[in-house]
């Protein structure tokens, strides 16, 4: 005879989707890791235990979806696409000159989407931005690279949704998200000298040429974006 299982219940439910997130010790263990200990965390994945730490992917992947979701109901990111198409407005003036009106209307669609999903653009960068720290520091192999590149997008991603989270209920400016750019870029600088052993001016001048990768990549996304809602829609 078979043995039946237990019924369903609130507490198993819990526990069932704790273990689906890896949230029980993965993400927490992870973030707080990354900040307290990033190059001793990152040889323990790579070198001793990989099943000690969250997969550096799927950290990555619930970041970025986390973040997504909570930041398109944000006023404050609301607010920020307001004052950014209010500031281009000159420039929305002659794009609507060159262009005829639906092409105009599609062009500002296509910003709307590309903003609003702008961390999911940016994995596209990863691999990008993995190659070009493979090429200068050659002290890790090109998938360690991804890798690391996951865990540090990842930990300034949780970062984002918490500021984003303690602030859902305040009606702030825009101006949050040029903060949460500044802590991105702190965030990464940080990772960047500890897990490359790098002097700071290495660091932050890595992440200036990193920034500008991602720059580039995302003005690459919007143009497609752009393209994709002239042909399709």
Known sequence: MEEELERLSISELKTELFAFLNFEKGIPLAYVSMFK?????IQTY?????RHIINPLKYLL??????TLLVNYHKGFQNFKTEANKANEKGFESLKNLFNENLYEKFLMAQDFYLSSINL????AVP???LITYWFFKKYNY???????????GTANWTSFLVMLLTFAFDVSGNIMY????????????LLKN???????TALATQLLLLFVFMIIGQLCLIGIFLYFIIFT
């Open 37 to 41: 200990k990033p190059y001793k965390t």
């Open 46 to 50: 790579l070198n001793k235990d990989r």
């Open 62 to 67: 619930l970041s970025v979806a986390a973040y």
């Open 121 to 124: 653009v940016y994995l596209f």
């Open 128 to 130: 990008v931005v993995a």
């Open 143 to 153: 998938i360690e690279n991804l890798a690391i590149h996951c865990y540090m997008f």
């Open 179 to 190: 903060l949460l750019m500044l802590f991105t870029y702190s965030i990464i600088s940080y």
């Open 195 to 201: 897990i490359y052993q790098l002097k700071w001016i």
